[in-house]
């Protein structure tokens, strides 16, 4: 296994210095999308075209500051579009949509920035996926909430329910027949759908990554959670790691990989934190035998969700580095 320097760094955003060719980002419920975008106006932001995410579920929530987020999007974006994120079945029209627009641009966007914040993971995957084969940069965005709503400690679930589970075509491993399933979950704060995920497929082993909370209101929450999943999981078979560390998190995978993928089928179930799945994404970009399993809720929870707006991150993925890191 060949070992590469330097990886990624997630840090805060800094005044931006070069136009952006393409950015996307989502319209959300959630304070921190247009927070998010505001924050990368006041620090000097400028792209050529952007094009904005719509979902088609709960549109009163999600577009109540429409007329503001498209003025601040029209502050440092040359042009914007919408293209509209269909969830259940019909969610793949989604990425042809998006190669759509991308088709009528005048120019190849060698540098692409995605804002994941207030994104669904299926949209975090297949949009990253495409920066990094088409891109001479790919450019990550992330704002974290000031706080979560008290509910979050009394619910610990964000969502209800798991109506459907897939994969994609580009990840759907390598599965052999007779083959045990070892089952990987990455899992933030939310108990209902990693369990929903596990009585459906019924694995014969499972693992538990968790990731480590970055805001101090979380701590308490955090440790009720964590010995939540060390009931479902066992306290050996689950991982704390930082979201903001890239290479713990694929170095962590690569050794799950390492021993198991002689004698299972390894699937990874991305649930849990946005940023995570930058790091999941990464590592299954390297290794093409482990299957990606994403997941649709029931229900969505909009005021379980974050509250205000935290600080700002960003992690530029160079093709160089991308390259040597295959």
């Not at 990455?186 to 596990?198: F, S, V």
Request: aromatic share 10%.
């Amino acid at each position: 296994m060949k070992e590469i320097s330097n990886y990624p760094v997630v840090e805060e955003v800094k005044n931006f210095d070069e136009k952006i060719d393409l950015y996307i980002c989502v319209m959300g419920f959630e304070d921190r999308c247009l927070g998010s975008n505001k924050k990368l106006s006041d620090n000097n932001f400028k792209s050529k075209q952007t094009i904005i995410i719509k979902y088609d579920v709960y549109k009163n929530e999600n577009e109540a500051n429409r007329d503001e987020f498209e003025d601040v999007i029209a502050k440092f974006s040359d042009k914007f579009s919408f293209i509209k994120y269909k969830t259940g079945k019909s969610r793949n029209e989604f990425l042809t949509e998006f190669k759509n627009e991308i088709a009528k641009l005048k120019f190849v966007p060698n540098s692409i920035s995605i804002n994941i914040t207030g994104m669904t993971n299926h949209s975090i995957i297949s949009l990253i996926d495409f920066a990094l084969d088409a891109a001479k940069v790919t450019k990550i965005i992330y704002t974290e909430p000031q706080t979560y709503t008290t509910q979050l400690r009394n619910s610990t679930s964000f969502t209800s329910g798991v109506e459907d589970i897939f994969t994609l075509p580009n990840f759907s491993g390598a599965t052999l027949p007779g083959y045990p399933t070892l089952l990987v979950v990455t899992m933030g704060y939310d108990l209902t759908r990693p369990r929903g995920i596990i009585s459906e497929l019924q694995p014969t082993n499972k693992i538990g990554i968790m990731t480590s909370p970055n805001l101090k209101i979380m701590n308490d929450p955090f440790n009720k959670i964590k010995n939540e999943h060390e009931l479902l999981f066992g306290k050996n078979n689950l991982e704390i790691l930082s979201i903001f560390d890239y290479e713990s998190i694929i170095k962590c995978l690569e050794r799950i990989r390492q021993k198991h993928v002689q004698s299972h089928n390894i699937i990874i179930a991305l649930t849990g934190s946005k940023l995570l799945a930058i790091s999941v994404l990464l590592f299954l970009k390297k290794y093409k035998d482990i299957q990606l399993i994403l997941s649709t809720p029931v229900t969505y929870h909009p005021d379980r969700y974050s509250k205000g707006i935290g600080r700002t991150f960003m992690s530029d993925i160079e093709a160089d580095w991308f390259k040597k890191f295959l």
